[in-house]
């Protein structure tokens, strides 16, 4: 049974998200703020989430830090972020902080538990069609799961690492951001393409000697994104 810590400072949402959860398998904890929720990840209790749905507007430490210091814990924890607004500068900020996906509350149940359902399958071991690639100090052993850069491991969260196996399964062929949206995300419906964009985002600074100008992740304007080198 997939276990989630639900983040969220209003108690009657909480509450409401819980049942849920529940309803349809859930192992369920929760936290009112940031603070608790980083507690409960560093205890006994932590080892047992799999994934996190974080609340961006908390007292407190808001949901922001909160994903930055998950992500500086751990890589592979997927997190889901909540926004009430909408705003497109919280969602992209969010993103960049290391969120895998995103909803806008309010949320209906269908919503919500088909984007964790999707963040879960990311989190699982994936092998992508095609053999490990080893282009100018970029390593990529799919058997392993793995990822390193001149001898160095680069530690990815799955969405990262799902974006880089599908890319690299295919080197040279061009993905626009629909394309990636159903093969990485599992969105096939209300997708949104800043997810792409600030996954490429992430990915290249930590796989490319300068993001800025990335040798691996290229984009191809007005279509996509293609992996390289070419």
Do not use: N
């Given at each position: ?28 904890d929760t936290a009112a703020t940031g603070e608790e929720a980083l507690a ?175 040798r691996y992740v290229q984009t191809v304007r007005g279509f996509g994104y ?5």
């Amino acid at each position: 049974m997939p276990h989630v810590l639900l983040i969220e400072d209003d108690a009657s949402v909480r509450d409401g998200m819980e049942l849920v959860l529940r309803r349809h398998g859930y192992g369920v904890d929760t936290a009112a703020t940031g603070e608790e929720a980083l507690a409960l990840l560093a205890g006994a209790r932590g080892a047992r989430v799999e994934l996190a749905v974080l609340d961006l507007m908390l007292p407190g430490m808001d949901g922001f830090e909160v994903c930055r210091r998950i992500r500086a814990r751990t890589a592979v924890l997927p997190v889901i972020m909540l926004t009430a607004r909408g705003d497109d500068q919280d969602i992209v900020t969010g993103l960049e902080a290391g969120a895998d996906d995103y909803v806008v509350k309010p949320v209906t149940a269908p919503v919500l538990e088909a984007r964790i359902r999707a963040a879960l399958r990311r989190a699982e071991p994936s092998l992508r069609q095609a053999g490990d690639a080893d282009l100018a100090g970029l390593v990529i052993d799919r058997a392993g799961l793995t990822v390193t850069r001149d001898g160095t491991p680069v530690p990815l969260p799955p969405t990262e690492l799902r974006l880089l196996l599908e890319l690299s399964a295919s080197p040279g062929r061009v993905f626009t951001r629909e394309q990636l949206l159903a093969s990485v995300w599992d969105h096939t419906f209300l997708g949104d393409s800043r997810l792409v964009d600030a996954a490429v985002g992430r990915l290249r600074a930590k796989i490319e000697e300068v993001p800025a100008r990335p040798r691996y992740v290229q984009t191809v304007r007005g279509f996509g994104y293609r992996f390289g080198p070419l």
